[in-house]
């Protein structure tokens, strides 16, 4: 069974860090390519960052570009962001969520995780 | 930017159907996808590459998408569908995309 569990949020100031954290079981990780979404309170889906399954590969929404780092560990099957100079507008419920399948057919989400609240206080 | 558009909400009595649109430039040049949020739950995958449908998620659940329009459409819609509806696509060079969800209410 798939599962993804985040942790690492929290109350930040702003110009505050983070780093969150989502450990993954049940399927093999270095196969596929991850991301983080958010999804701002009472607001729709916004994609953040994504990681191919080497991590050799990484991708950001303008929003966080240049702030967020995000990676992940074979070892601990686990993925990570980074995020720095956190600004009010990033208070979301923070995602996790598995990449379908390979190649171009396969840009979609299969698997979340239960998301991680990250609060920026300005 | 790339944008995904989906009407607010959309009403529909039980037993009746649903269908929800998600409008973007040549969207049906790409695969597009659908997911079901419910309130406090992560969302939920229901349809992928355009029409089809996951493990687990029921008939009455279908997709299209052709030219600038991808719709999902929830047939004999049931209270338990009730939720937020959620397109996504991918581009090269737009990565990926959501719509800006839809609220489903069965009355």
């Known amino acids: 069974e798939v599962q993804l569990l985040e942790s690492g949020g929290g109350l930040v100031q702003s110009g505050g860090s983070l780093r969150l954290s989502c450990a993954a079981s049940g399927f093999t990780f270095s196969t596929y390519a991850m991301s983080w979404i958010r999804q701002a309170p009472g607001k729709g889906l916004e994609w953040v960052s994504a990681?191919?399954?080497?991590?050799?590969?990484?991708y950001y929404a303008d929003s966080v570009k240049g702030r967020f780092t995000i990676s992940r560990d074979k070892s601990k099957s686990s993925l990570f962001l980074q995020m720095n100079s956190l600004r009010a507008e990033d208070t979301a419920l923070y995602y996790c969520?598995?990449?379908?399948?390979?190649?171009?057919?396969?840009?979609?989400?299969?698997?979340w995780g239960q998301g991680t609240l990250v609060t920026v206080s300005s | 930017s790339y944008e995904l558009t989906q009407p607010p909400s959309v009403s529909v009595s039980p037993g009746q159907t649903a269908s929800i649109t998600c409008s973007g430039d040549?969207?049906?040049?790409?695969?597009a996808c659908w997911y079901q949020q419910k309130p406090g739950q992560s969302p939920v995958l229901v349809i992928y590459q355009d029409s089809k449908r996951p493990s687990g998620i029921p008939e009455r659940f279908s997709g299209s998408n052709s030219g600038n329009t991808a719709t999902l459409t929830i047939s004999g819609t049931q209270a338990m569908d009730e939720a937020d509806y959620y397109c996504?696509?991918?581009?090269?060079?737009?990565?990926?995309?959501f719509g800006s969800g839809t609220k489903v209410t069965v009355l």
């Open positions: 040549k969207l049906g040049d790409k695969y």
């Open positions: 969520a598995k990449k379908a399948a390979a190649g171009t057919g396969g840009y979609y989400f299969d698997y």
């Open positions: 990681i191919s399954g080497s991590g050799g590969s990484t």
């Open positions: 996504q696509a991918w581009d090269s060079s737009i990565s990926y995309v």
